[in-house]
């Protein structure tokens, strides 16, 4: 198919230094730049049969990384192809003003994501500690005792503690951290996660951010597992 | 690319483009599911990748999950929980830069873990469970 991937979208003005980036895909051709008025479009050829492929979600993120380094960045979404370049200049053309003022809302900042995840351990005994019905339960079903309907109510009762306490700390780090930041985003957390947070956080306050960061990190303690990753090209704050 | 340090530690991490890396996998949620979208442009199948994505609160609230939750306190040492914060008081929280999972990989999972099984079971017939 003909066509062409979209990588980002800047003002005009910005370098725009491409040299040596890959494409998604792997394309012969390197990516290149369309400009509109005050803003420019990355795109490349199009790739037959484009998969999410680790490469060229490597590829994506290292041009948006090339990008950020040099002013303010739109980064789009993986994936997105448009027919031909026209489409893109009509697309750019289309949101010319609101792009124009998201670029300038993002200039000097860089979003830092968050995700945390707690021993499941730790956070038991700290449910079971809380509950005598639930250290009632837990006795009478331990030794393989106990009706199915006890373990499911062992269970029930268990979950429910979890996903209270869970929240209720997600809202705690999330709260800790958002007077350093400009915005915050909350996002569904995945598999052992219990919060996945993005901040957007001016350059200015990125050391203060990762120090912030680090003591909350060593204030939990050793049960839990905090990964923050930035600076990043703010992805969660471009739409 | 990343910024961040290990276990309150101080070296910062020396990445030079992080994408290549492992990082990847952390971010990977945001590559491909956040950034600006312009709807008349045609976005590629991500078939097989959006199970990330799928929200923990569906889990939750099973029968199945219970159970799991159930055994995890069965299997819980209590007394071994009484001493450790003793033990771990000098050491610190993690806060790592590999993408690759800490310590506590696997841990909640005891509940939650295989997202991909628990639905896969939701295509049997419900009595195989009990």
Do not use: W
């Amino acid at each position: 198919m003909s066509g062409v991937y979209v990588y980002a979208v800047t003002r005009a003005d910005h370098p725009l230094r491409l040299d040596g980036l890959r494409t998604v895909g792997g394309t012969d051709e390197p990516p290149r730049v369309l400009v509109h008025g005050p803003l420019a479009a990355v795109v490349s050829a199009a790739p037959p049969d484009l998969r999410p492929k680790r490469r060229d979600l490597g590829a994506h993120q290292e041009l948006q990384e090339r990008l950020m380094a040099d002013g303010s960045v739109l980064p789009m979404r993986f994936g997105l192809l448009a027919p031909d370049d026209t489409a893109v200049r009509t697309a750019l053309e289309a949101k010319r003003d609101d792009y124009a003022r998201r670029l300038g809302e993002l200039h000097g900042t860089a979003e830092y994501n968050l995700k945390a995840a707690r021993s499941q351990d730790d956070l038991l005994r700290e449910v079971l500690d809380g509950s005598d019905e639930a250290r009632r339960l837990n006795q009478c079903t331990r030794d393989g005792t106990g009706t199915y309907e006890d373990r499911l109510a062992l269970g029930e009762l268990v979950a429910r503690q979890v996903d209270a306490r869970q929240r209720r700390q997600a809202d705690e780090i999330v709260a800790r951290l958002s007077g350093l930041a400009r915005a915050s985003v909350l996002a569904d957390p995945s598999k052992d996660d219990f919060l996945n947070v993005s901040f957007l956080v001016e350059r200015a306050r990125a050391d203060e951010f990762g120090e912030a960061g680090r003591t909350l990190a060593q204030d939990y303690g050793a049960a839990y597992d905090f990964r923050l990753r930035g600076p990043l090209p703010p992805y969660s704050f471009a739409a | 690319m990343t910024v961040m340090t290990q276990s309150g530690g101080i070296q910062p991490a020396a990445t030079s483009s992080g994408s290549g890396t492992a990082g990847l996998f952390d971010i990977l949620e945001l590559i491909l599911d956040r950034g600006l979208v312009i709807d008349v442009f045609v976005r590629v199948s991500l078939v097989g990748i959006e199970i990330l994505k799928i929200d923990i609160r569906i889990v939750i609230a099973s029968v199945d999950t219970y159970l799991r939750f159930a055994e995890a306190c069965n299997r819980l040492d209590l007394e071994a929980g009484r001493k450790a914060p003793d033990k771990l008081t000098d050491i610190v929280g993690n806060l790592v830069e590999s993408g690759a999972r800490g310590k506590t990989s696997g841990a909640i999972g005891g509940a939650i873990d295989a997202i991909g099984d628990i639905f896969d079971r939701d295509d049997k017939d419900r009595e195989d469970e009990r």
